[in-house]
């Protein structure tokens, strides 16, 4: 069974920063697309960066392109969500999700393991 682990969450003041890991084991990595999604409560989970595991190539939503960043540790087999500038906005329950995908995307439709969230507050 696949399984993704999300850390690095937490409480921040706005303008901080924080990185996200998403550790991923038992996953054939060879076409698979990772996504970073956040739920906040009463709307939809929204779709903010998304990586190719394979060839890295990635993709931001508008609300989080400049900000953060999402990259990769083939060797560590994690996932990673650089977060800088974080606003207010922000908060809320982040996941990470796979699923074999030739390209990644940011709707969270597509995507069939999720791992359980990490939770980001920002506030002063």
């Known amino acids: 069974q696949r399984q993704f682990v999300e850390s690095g969450g937490g409480l921040v003041q706005p303008g901080g920063s924080l990185r996200l890991s998403c550790l991923a084991s038992?996953?054939?990595?060879?076409?698979?697309?990772i996504g970073w999604f956040r739920q906040v409560p009463g709307k939809e989970r929204e779709g903010l960066a998304c990586?190719?595991?394979?060839?890295?190539?990635?993709d931001y939503s508008d609300s989080v392109k400049g900000r953060f960043t999402i990259s990769r540790d083939m060797e560590k087999r994690t996932v990673y969500l650089q977060m800088n500038a974080l606003e207010p906005g922000d908060t809320g329950r982040y996941y990470c999700?796979?699923?074999?995908?030739?390209?990644?995307?940011?709707?969270?439709?597509?995507?069939?393991?999720w791992g359980q969230g990490t939770q980001v507050t920002v506030d002063s």
């Open positions: 038992d996953v054939s990595f060879d076409y698979v697309a």
């Open positions: 990586i190719n595991y394979v060839g890295g190539y990635t």
């Open positions: 999700a796979a699923d074999a995908l030739v390209r990644c995307s940011l709707h969270p439709g597509v995507y069939d393991y």
